[in-house]
């Protein structure tokens, strides 16, 4: 997860087609699934997706939110880590790629994001400006 976007981009370019499998499947697994805590905790701009693919704390939050935060997380490693292993391809492409998609898709207006090691921003009515190794992942 360390390595520059200009080498996730080589390496989402060779599996370009992944996103949209990955978008699937995260979409309609447990990987997915989230509390009531959770939701509202998203809905108050303390808890948001990152480009990354896993969700991420942006504020003060419960023990407990924070622990499910974690358990998503770990849910999501898991469903990237089988993909990738049936597609013959890192975890971390997955998750960018899942991130692209859920950036791109499922974050509401009003909701925080995180692109990178960046600051966390709130969604507004336009598209979320996405970073560059998404091109590929779609």
């Known amino acids: 997860m360390t390595q520059s976007f200009s080498s996730k981009a080589l390496m989402l370019s060779a599996a370009a087609g ?8 995260a979409l309609t697994s447990p990987a997915r699934a989230q509390s009531g805590a959770v939701a509202q905790a998203m809905a108050a701009g303390t808890v948001g997706e990152q480009a990354d693919g896993y969700l991420g ?35 971390s492409d997955v998750a960018a790629a899942t991130g692209c998609q859920t950036l ?26 996405l970073p560059p190794y998404c091109a590929t992942a779609g």
């Open 104 to 129: 791109s898709g499922r974050v509401k207006q009003g909701q925080v994001y995180r692109i990178g090691a960046g600051a966390w921003q709130t969604k507004g009515a336009g598209a979320i400006s």
């Open 18 to 25: 992944i996103a949209l499998v990955c978008a699937g499947i």
């Open 57 to 91: 704390v942006a504020g003060a939050v419960s023990a407990d939110v924070k622990a499910e935060v974690d358990a998503i997380n770990i849910k999501r490693r898991a469903v990237y880590t089988d993909l990738a292993g049936k597609r013959g391809v890192t975890v």
